[in-house]
Nanobody
Framework: QVQLVESGGGSVQAGGSLRLSCVVS????????LGWFRQAPGKEREGVAG???????SYLESVKGRFTVSKDDAKKSLYLEMSSLKPEDTAMYYC??????????????????WGQGTQVTVSS
């Protein structure tokens, strides 16, 4: 019933840019907490960027200044603009959503809705 569908992944050379999109369906309004996560082969999943219903954002330290998370409430979409990409950014990227009962931010464990993932590969 609840679905998140990512798109925009691909292969790019180091220093290049990509824009990931995520469309959320199944609810009238977007969940309060929206985020992007990634997982590289042999490594654990990590949070990349998050955005709350009041537009507050947070970023993984290693992507600050390079990635920008945004959303469009009318389109029920989430975006991740990535620039100055590095080989270390290579991973499967997932969008996720959570509902907050206290106004957020949402703990990672509360992100119960996930997309299928989109692959981002950055070559040297």
């Amino acid at each position: 019933q609840v679905q998140l569908v990512e798109s925009g992944g691909g292969s790019v050379q180091a220093g290049g840019s990509l824009r990931l999109s995520c469309v959320v369906s199944g609810y009238t309004n977007l969940p309060y907490c929206l985020g992007w996560f990634r997982q590289a082969p042999g490594k654990e999943r990590e949070g990349v960027a998050g955005i709350l219903g009041d537009d507050r954002t947070s970023y993984l330290e290693s992507v600050k200044g390079r990635f920008t998370v945004s959303k469009d409430d009318a389109k029920k979409s989430l975006y991740l603009e990535m620039s100055s990409l590095k080989p270390e950014d290579t991973a499967m990227y997932y969008c996720a959503a959570a509902f907050s009962r206290n106004g957020g931010p949402c703990p990672t464990a509360d992100y119960n809705y996930w997309g299928q993932g989109t692959q981002v590969t950055v070559s040297s």
